[in-house]
């Protein structure tokens, strides 16, 4: 049975930090692609970054590029997303996702996401 479960949200002041997880396990990591989503309040799911279970590339979405760094653990199965100078409209319900995918240069859009964790809630204060 897949699973994915996040942890790590909470209330930070913006400029801060916080690193969310999401641990994965009843599937191959090097097989899939890995994503993170955020949904706040009244609007839709926004895909923000996603890697590929090689490691080899990751991408980022412009609203989070260069203050957001995502990198996975393999032999833990976790994958984790690094968030720096954290601003108030940032705060969101964040996902992680996960899916079987070939390729390492494209990722997969939000409906080819086959898993979803419960989410995590992660609050900016300004």
């Known amino acids: 049975e897949v699973q994915l479960v996040e942890s790590g949200g909470g209330l930070v002041q913006a400029g801060g930090s916080l690193r969310l997880s999401c641990a994965a396990s009843g599937f191959r990591f090097d097989d899939y692609a890995i994503g993170w989503f955020r949904q706040a309040p009244g609007k839709e799911r926004e895909g923000i970054s996603c890697?590929?279970?090689?490691?080899?590339?990751?991408f980022y979405s412009d609203s989070v590029k260069d203050r957001f760094t995502i990198s996975s653990d393999n032999a833990q199965n976790t994958v984790y997303l690094h968030m720096h100078t954290l601003k108030p409209e940032d705060t969101a319900i964040y996902y992680c996702?996960?899916?079987?995918?070939?390729?390492?240069?494209?990722?997969?859009?939000?409906?080819?996401?086959?898993?979803w964790g419960q989410g995590t809630q992660v609050t900016v204060s300004s």
């Open positions: 890697i590929f279970g090689s490691g080899a590339n990751a």
């Open positions: 996702a996960a899916t079987s995918w070939l390729s390492s240069w494209t990722c997969p859009l939000r409906y080819d996401y086959a898993y």
